[in-house]
């Protein structure tokens, strides 16, 4: 069974970085889109991007886009978050997720999405 650990959240200021971390068990990771979805106090889960199986597509929310960068290392089963700029609206709590079905599209809902992370903190203070 797969699992998905999140790790490498926390707080930093306005206009500051994090590289979050979603390490996963199991076999087949590399046949697999991955994405990062976010969810703040009181709002719903909002998808934030997601990496096709290779690493060589990916598609962001217009709200990340040219601040946030997925990557994937397929050799260690690992898949990155890069944020710059970040601002107090990126305040949430951070989910690393992996579709149902392997080679999936990038711009899938997240019901095509059946693995879930525990969740890491990200908090942005002004």
């Known amino acids: 069974q797969v699992q998905l650990v999140e790790s490498g959240g926390g707080l930093v200021q306005v206009g500051g970085s994090l590289r979050l971390s979603c390490a996963a068990s199991g076999d087949s990771f590399s046949r697999y889109t991955m994405a990062w979805f976010r969810q703040a106090p009181g709002k719903e889960r909002q998808f934030v991007g997601a990496l096709n199986w290779s690493g060589t597509s990916a598609y962001y929310s217009t709200a990340v886009e040219g601040r946030f960068t997925i990557s994937r290392d397929n050799a260690i089963k690992t898949m990155y978050l890069q944020m710059n700029s970040l601002n107090v609206e990126d305040t949430a709590v951070y989910y690393c997720?992996?579709?149902?079905?392997?080679?999936?599209?990038?711009?899938?809902?997240?019901?095509?999405?059946?693995?879930w992370g525990q969740g890491t903190q990200v908090t942005v203070s002004s």
């Open positions: 997720a992996r579709q149902r079905n392997p080679f999936g599209g990038t711009r899938l809902g997240p019901h095509e999405y059946n693995t």
